[in-house]
Structures are given as structure tokens and as C-alpha cells.
């Protein structure tokens, strides 16, 4: 019976991760199309979009990207296609498999449901997103560790490295964490930590040439202008020393972290908005757990803070360390960054959950209303997210490329804004070019903020920001821009066609495409 519930539990998980999977969310990232692209160019060549063979980290767009992702993707790819659907299916899987690996953790059946439904690991499952990858690896490698399977432990551990750059932080956090509670016998664990070394020297070796992304995210790297000290300093009539005590840097750099590590604690974050910050990470109008979560979350800390369990004691420390990566960034909450909470809160909200079960009067109106609200969760998702939250997944992008594709052989050249992020992914994404195209005709230019640079020029198209003034003198030229850029009263140049106008969901303009003859 147990193994039926919980095989049908896992059906409902993955239900709720495959569902619509090309449109919701309605719309790729940059790094989804990123990831895709690389996987169909190691597929055709065996190289990523910078004509690397077989990278470890592939280096693209804004950041260098561990390539597990990358590399788990081709073979989907291989079968469906390059795709939103291809792309996205490698995460959906994985977070599906780790409602598996949790019930290897607990041994019950309330914390594999409460993570089937749960709105966090739903989203971030449904997107191609590096995090998911590296959660399940953790959270696997942390069963086999309990399981005294160290070797096998430490193999997961190192792929975490591989998979995604907060493991980096996070992971060895989490291994001392393991070796502190646990005590494993030292002969036991010389072997595995050696090749956990061992298969980690690629990435280590590489940390210098691939901090660039560590720099542009990292706290540490913003720091209040000279003009803001010297307006306290003229408050405090120049005092060094009152400066010093109360409003140095290394106190407003604490203060800011320990405001960000809190902020992943909040009731806002768990149960009313998500990660605030970046509507990409959440679901509108609704947190990371369901409401009725609140009760069990509460019970079920009460068992663990009790219990002397090594089991229960990695958890809460789990638990603990989450958001660090998550504080140490510049962003003043994360969703992605802090996912790995995922695990031991819906663990601790299982083991509240048994303890409801075991009352009859309440059991089944709880498990009622944990549905509905999960009811209401879906309709929210699947229906009404696009209308508020489709602008930050790029959706214009599809259709214009598509515009652009039927009338770009009657113009010489194309015109892209670059005002929602580099658009050059996309084009390489959607019209599936081939790599070596692309290497031979695309140029680069750096980027001076620590990234790896933008594309500036791919055959045709020219990407830049529109100044319309400008170039409306410019003929055999399709010009694709926002309302800004080109606007409605400046469209009357005699040479010029329509080519089409793509809108948001909400019905806010997005892109707008016109040709000069």
C-alpha cells in the first residue's frame, strides 16, 4: 500500500511539473536559451557556441555555467528537438526524482506529498534552471552519507560543483555540517575525500579565470560612494572615531547580510510573495508553501528541536546554512539562490503533518484544505501568471524572431534593441542556427562589469539600442524596438512598412518591427 501512495504521489509531482511545460512559464530566460543552445551545439559538433570542445564550465552570456545541465539536456534534445519543452523537461525530471530521494530520507509519506505540491519546488522544476539540478545531487548525496556510502556520497557531492556555482559555497558548508554530527570512522572517509578532490581540481583550477560573475553578484562588491561616507561623516561634525564605532563599512556590509539571511525566514517570503525581488523566481500572489503550512511548520520544528537525532540535527542545520549563499549576494532576497531550503522545510512540515494525521477530527479537513489551497496555487500558475509576470520571461522574443524570419530576406540588414538583455541567444535558439555559422559570423565585444561580453553582430543583424533619429535615414533595414525607441508619432517616413506589433499578455506593448525600404 505504501509503495502504491507513494508511486501515486510522484505521479501527481510530475503531473505538476510537465504540465504545459513550453509555456509556463510563458517564455524562456536568457540562461534557459543559453542552455538549450549549448546542449543542441554539442550535439551537432561536440563544442559550446565559443567553439570549445567539451567544456566543464561553459562560458556564455553574464556568467560561466557549470555544464551538467548542459550535458543532461543533450540527449532530450537529441530526442525532442531544440525546444522550450526539450529544455526545460531535464529539470522537470529531476525534481520529480527528488520527491523519490526525500521519501529515502524520511521513510514517510507526508514530506514526499508536502514536496509534490509545494509551490518552490514546483516553479524551479518547471524551468531549466542549474539549482534544481544541483538540489537533488545534494540532497542524494546527503542519504548516502547517512547510509555510511561515502564513496558513492562523495561522488554527488563533487557533482554539485559541477552543476551550479552556489554549490560552491554551499556544498562544503553542508559536508562539515555532515562530518561534525555524524563522526564517521577517518579511515572510513581518507579514500573519498581524496577523489572528491580529485574530481574537483578542473573546477578549482579554473576559479580564477571564472570569477568575473562571483564579482558582479557578490556583496562585497558594493560598497557605499565616497559621497554617502563623507554625508555621515559631516553628520557625526567629522569623527573618526563615532564613524568607526557605528557606521563603518564592515557594519553596514553586516547589517545588510544579516538583513538578507532574515528576509529568507519571513512570513512574506514563505507564505505571501516569494523572492520579491525577481518576479521570475515566484508565482504571483502566492509564497514558497502553501498557508496551511504554517501550522504544520510550527509543530513540526517543535519534534525537531526536541529530537537528538543526528538525523534531526543535520536538518535543522541544513535549514540554517540555506540562505547563506543567498545573504552573501547582492540581491536583497533569492529564491534561487536560497533553494536548497526546499529540503528541510518540507521535511519539518511532514513531520507536523503526521502528527495532525494522527487526530481524526482534523485529518481529513487539513488534507482538504492543504488541496484546495494547492487548487488555488495551479489556477494561479497555470492561468493567470503570464498575465502579470510573462514581461520578465521575454516572451516577445518568439514572435518577433518569427516576423523577422518571413520578411528578412527582402532587407539587407536587421536592427535589434538589446534593451531586454542580449537577443542574439535567441535568434541562435529559436531559428536552431548552426554553430559553425555562427562562430564565423558573429563578432563580440567585452564588457567592462566582470561578465564575459555581449554579441554585437550575427550575419545580418546588428544589435544595439534603436536611436530612431538617427536611423531612419537607413534603407533595406528592419528595425526592432520598443515604444521608446520607435515611437507611434515618429512612424511616417514614406519608405517605411509595418511589420508587426507584438504585445505582452496583459496587453502592454512589448517589441514593435517596421522595414525601410
Excluded at 229 to 249: A, G, M, P, T, V
Amino acid at each position: 500500500m505504501k509503495k502504491i501512495l507513494l508511486l501515486a504521489i510522484v505521479l501527481i509531482g510530475f503531473v505538476l511539473r510537465v504540465y504545459k511545460l513550453d509555456v509556463r512559464p510563458l517564455g524562456l530566460t536568457w540562461d534557459e536559451a543559453a542552455l538549450g543552445y549549448n546542449a543542441f551545439s554539442l550535439l551537432k559538433t561536440g563544442r559550446d557556441e565559443h567553439a570549445q570542445v567539451l567544456p566543464i564550465v561553459f562560458k556564455s552570456f553574464g556568467d560561466y555555467k557549470p555544464g551538467l545541465y548542459i550535458y543532461s539536456a543533450v540527449p532530450v534534445i537529441k530526442l525532442l528537438g531544440l525546444n522550450e519543452f526539450a529544455t526545460r523537461l531535464p529539470s522537470a525530471i529531476l525534481g520529480t526524482l527528488l520527491i523519490t530521494v526525500v521519501y529515502l530520507l524520511t521513510r514517510n509519506l507526508f514530506a514526499p506529498f508536502l514536496l509534490a505540491i509545494n509551490p518552490w519546488a514546483i516553479h524551479f522544476s518547471r524551468g531549466a534552471w542549474e539549482a534544481n539540478l544541483n538540489l537533488l545531487l545534494t540532497t542524494l548525496a546527503v542519504v548516502l552519507f547517512i547510509k555510511k556510502k561515502y564513496l558513492t556520497s562523495a561522488l554527488f557531492l563533487c557533482l554539485t560543483f559541477w552543476a551550479y556555482q552556489g554549490a560552491k559555497m554551499f556544498t562544503p558548508m553542508l559536508l562539515i555540517s555532515l562530518l561534525v554530527i555524524y563522526r564517521p570512522a577517518i579511515k572510513k572517509i581518507i579514500f573519498p575525500g581524496l577523489l572528491l578532490l580529485l574530481l574537483l581540481l578542473p573546477i578549482i583550477v579554473g576559479i580564477g579565470s571564472q570569477s568575473g560573475r562571483l564579482k558582479v553578484f557578490s556583496v562585497f562588491s558594493y560598497v557605499r560612494s565616497a559621497g554617502q561616507i563623507n554625508k555621515i561623516l559631516r553628520q557625526d561634525e567629522n569623527n573618526r572615531l563615532i564613524y568607526q564605532l557605528f557606521h563603518s563599512e564592515f557594519l553596514d556590509q553586516t547589517r545588510g547580510i544579516i538583513e538578507r539571511y532574515l528576509n529568507h525566514f519571513s512570513p512574506r517570503f514563505l507564505f505571501i510573495d516569494g523572492d520579491w525581488s525577481n518576479p521570475r523566481h515566484s508565482t504571483p500572489f502566492y509564497g514558497y508553501l502553501h498557508y496551511p503550512e504554517i501550522l504544520t511548520l510550527l509543530i513540526g520544528l517543535y519534534y525537531l528541536l526536541r529530537s537528538k537525532n543526528p538525523a534531526s540535527k543535520i536538518l535543522l542545520v541544513w535549514l540554517l546554512l540555506a540562505p547563506i549563499p543567498a545573504a552573501l549576494s547582492r540581491d536583497i532576497i533569492s529564491g534561487v539562490r536560497s533553494l536548497p531550503m526546499i529540503v528541510p522545510l518540507v521535511i519539518i512540515s511532514g513531520m507536523g503533518l503526521s502528527k495532525i494525521f494522527k487526530f481524526k477530527l482534523i485529518r481529513y479537513p487539513f488534507f482538504l484544505l492543504l488541496l484546495l489551497f494547492t487548487v488555488y496555487f495551479s489556477d494561479l500558475y497555470f492561468v493567470h501568471s503570464p498575465f502579470y509576470f510573462s514581461q520578465y520571461w521575454l516572451t516577445p522574443y518568439k514572435r518577433v524572431i518569427e516576423l523577422v524570419n518571413n520578411n528578412v530576406d527582402s532587407f539587407k540588414r536587421v536592427v535589434f534593441t538589446n534593451t531586454l538583455g542580449q537577443p542574439y541567444i535567441f535568434i541562435l535558439f529559436y531559428n536552431r542556427l548552426d554553430p559553425g555559422f555562427f562562430w564565423t559570423r558573429s563578432q563580440r565585444a567585452d564588457n567592462p562589469v566582470g561578465d564575459v561580453g555581449e554579441v554585437t553582430n550575427l550575419d545580418k543583424y546588428t544589435f544595439m539600442r534603436v536611436d530612431w533619429p538617427a536611423q531612419r535615414g537607413d534603407t533595406s533595414t528592419i528595425f526592432v524596438g520598443d515604444q521608446y525607441e520607435l515611437p507611434q508619432q515618429d512612424m511616417n517616413p514614406p519608405n517605411l512598412v509595418r511589420l508587426g506589433e507584438i504585445e505582452y499578455p496583459n496587453g502592454l506593448p512589448a517589441l514593435r518591427i517596421v522595414g525601410l525600404k
